[in-house]
């Protein structure tokens, strides 16, 4: 496991134990949205997936079956985000910081969740340096955003990634209204 589990703040809502937040998996209880670790995801679905397809499809009718999702299951999508690391001061940051931070971000990126589900077909980083608003002390923000095109190493990791994103979704929604 490659994450710090000093700085949890996120708790399984099967078992209880901390747990990294981006390594949480979706699922629903009592028809409410159910984050839980990976150990209480496999207990539950390993070995039937089509039980958790059955209790998913029911809430996203999107969702492919598996004759479906074999059919394109080569097929890759891209995977992104972004990381701001915020200066102090007015100066630039170096090229030590930047590489630093980089590296800080791509261990960010790359969760024990995201290696589970995907493949890293390729992955490319960019980085930009922003001024902030004044308001802001002139701190400069140094930004680190980090694309990949992957591949779901199964069924069920397309499934959660599908009904996490539909969860997002429906979420925001709720907060917009």
């Known amino acids: 496991m490659n994450q710090n589990y000093d700085v949890l703040n996120e708790a399984c809502e099967g078992c209880g134990n901390p747990t990294f937040p981006q390594d949480l998996y979706t699922d629903m209880f009592n028809n409410s949205w159910?984050?839980?670790?990976?150990?209480?995801?496999d207990s539950r679905y390993a070995g039937d997936n089509k039980r958790y397809y059955e209790k998913m499809v029911v809430h996203n009718e999107a969702l492919m079956d598996e004759k479906a999702f074999n059919?394109?299951?080569?097929?890759?999508?891209?995977?992104?985000?972004s990381f701001p690391y915020?200066?102090?001061?007015?100066?630039?940051?170096?090229?030590?910081?930047?590489?630093?931070?980089?590296?800080?971000?791509?261990?960010?990126?790359?969760?024990?969740?995201?290696?589970?589900?995907?493949?890293?077909?390729k992955q490319e980083m960019k980085t930009n340096d922003q001024a902030l608003p004044e308001e802001a002390g002139g701190k400069i923000a140094h930004i680190v955003s980090i694309t990949a095109h992957v591949t779901f190493k199964s069924w069920i990791e397309y499934m959660e990634h599908e009904m996490f994103m539909h969860m997002r979704k429906e979420l925001k929604n709720m907060l917009i209204n």
Do not use: W
């Not at 159910?34 to 995801?41: D, G, S, T, Y």
């Not at 080569?74 to 992104?80: F, G, H, L, Q, S």
């Open 34 to 41: 159910q984050m839980i670790c990976p150990r209480c995801f």
């Open 71 to 81: 059919k394109i299951k080569t097929a890759y999508i891209v995977i992104a985000n």
């Open 86 to 121: 915020i200066k102090e001061s007015e100066s630039l940051i170096t090229t030590e910081e930047k590489l630093l931070l980089g590296e800080m971000a791509l261990k960010g990126f790359i969760t024990d969740k995201i290696t589970r589900k995907f493949d890293i077909i």
